[in-house]
């Protein structure tokens, strides 16, 4: 059995429930489950961004490659996120990062960012996929004057690390932008990265991949894998795939016990979204919210939201804990009463659309692309810290590399294995506190 730490409510294929956007693709195709026997040069664990992502490198590279999913691809995280493709992926800040492997390292890193979301426009481009693409990069509005002053600081520190152009906005001008939020004091608008659909994104991979002859098999978790001679065995309850190699990218969705090396190593979190009603122009007016640009703000317990293309308005946050119904009641309480509060003209504008998904954390937050412990041929990628969309695809093709013998441009620390967390099966016990902790400080 699986050892997972949340309740088993959350890997059960109900969990999509809500999200709005199953309404917006089509049905997924009804990839065969696994049967029988069969072998494969490469098998990719986790139908998500980064096992999609994997399996479309090594079919590009003409190998053979299988991809299991425990119920279908784009089911988990990569299907229910918020659609930012942006920078991100260490939740470290590039200060800690500067002081931690220094100057080199934090330039790697950087480049991973702006790499990340070239990768994803280049696969869309190349495959065809239709993303809903919009926001021409990304802004972060200020919660309390303070933030404003530090992103005043930072301004001109990303754009040259990044290479791209930012722009403070003042408190004053945020109406004229279209950004007016109540309570902000103020916004940095980075000019790097767009929104997207993501599971027209996702769908589009897993077509991509059998396009080149890839095989996908959904509802075949694996429950076991074991050494046989030169060969992994992965177990599923209907049958058994033989592998040279094997590609772990499960990350939030992941168990203490497939492989043992992952106990406690990543730490999922859980992430809320609703999604209102188209709105009019009117209520747009009213708001005076029209930007359609990716946006978040500095809280700790972030809130991150958009205003997408139909004019319907996509607001997220941190926060759960448990994944229960009566938790899930009161984290859409908690959400409905945080967006009525920044946008206070939208109280009365209905939210139809309300689901959760597991984000992922690694101790030292950072993301991991590497080697499972001292398995040969076998990898694992993870802990994208809520910005998987760009750097889940990005890394999936960096473990691809590894696992095809080649160079790869990871920087040198994504690829140092991840401390334990403590309390190990516990930890979860561990975001109850922080969280508590985070909400006096974000003033809540």
């Known amino acids: 059995m699986l050892k997972h730490i949340y309740e088993p409510a959350a890997y059960a294929a109900q969990s999509l429930d809500g999200c709005y956007w199953v309404s917006t693709a089509p049905q997924a195709p009804d990839y065969a489950p696994l049967a029988g026997e069969a072998r494969v040069e490469f098998a990719v664990i986790g139908g998500g961004f980064t096992g999609l992502s994997a399996a479309l490198r090594l079919a590009e590279a003409g190998v053979d490659v299988a991809v299991l999913d425990m119920h279908a691809p784009g089911w988990g995280a990569s299907g229910r996120?918020?659609?930012?493709?942006?920078?991100?992926?260490?939740?470290?800040?590039?200060?800690?990062?500067?002081?931690?492997?220094g100057a080199d390292e934090l330039a790697r890193h950087r480049a991973a960012e702006v790499s990340s979301i070239e990768t994803v426009a280049d696969i869309a481009a190349r495959y065809g996929i239709e993303l809903d693409r919009h926001s021409e990069g990304e802004v972060q509005l200020a919660h309390r004057p303070a933030a404003f002053e530090e992103m005043r600081a930072e301004a001109a520190t990303l754009a040259r690390e990044l290479g791209c152009e930012t722009r403070l906005i003042g408190p004053t001008e945020l109406a004229a932008e279209g950004l007016a939020a109540q309570g902000m004091h103020g916004a940095l608008h980075v000019r790097l990265g767009f929104g997207l659909n993501p599971r027209k994104y996702v769908l589009g991979l897993a077509e991509a991949v059998t396009r080149l002859g890839g095989r996908i098999h959904a509802h075949s978790t694996v429950e076991q894998i074991t050494r046989s001679g030169e060969d992994y065995v992965?177990?599923?309850?209907?049958?058994?795939?033989?592998?040279?190699?094997?590609?772990?990218?499960?990350?939030?969705?992941?168990s203490d016990n497939l492989p043992d090396w992952m106990r406690a190593r990543y730490l999922p979190v859980q992430s809320s979204v609703i999604v209102t009603r188209p709105l009019s122009d009117d209520e747009i007016a009213a708001q005076g919210w029209s930007s359609d640009l990716m946006a978040y703000d500095s809280r700790k317990l972030l809130h991150y939201f958009r205003l997408m293309p139909n004019r319907q308005m996509l607001f997220g946050m941190r926060g759960g804990v448990r994944w229960t119904p009566a938790d899930h009641a009161a984290i859409r309480r908690e959400i409905r009463r945080d967006f009525d509060t920044m946008f206070p003209a939208w109280r009365a504008v209905e939210a139809p659309w309300f689901w959760s998904g597991l984000a992922n954390l690694a101790r030292d937050l950072v993301p991991f692309v590497g080697q499972i412990g001292d398995w040969p041929r076998a990898f694992a990628s993870f802990a994208y810290h809520g910005n998987g969309v760009a750097m889940g695809t990005w890394c999936g093709a960096q473990m691809a590399d590894l696992a095809l013998g080649r160079e790869t441009a990871l920087p040198d620390f994504y690829r140092t294995p991840p401390?334990?967390?403590?309390?190990?099966?516990?930890r979860r016990l561990a975001l109850i506190m922080a969280y508590h902790y985070y909400k006096v400080m974000d003033g809540k």
């Open 81 to 101: 996120n918020g659609g930012f493709c942006c920078m991100g992926g260490s939740k470290a800040s590039g200060a800690t990062l500067l002081r931690r492997y």
């Open 234 to 254: 992965l177990r599923t309850s209907g049958g058994t795939l033989r592998a040279r190699h094997i590609l772990l990218a499960t990350n939030g969705y992941s």
């Open 419 to 426: 401390k334990r967390f403590e309390l190990g099966p516990a």
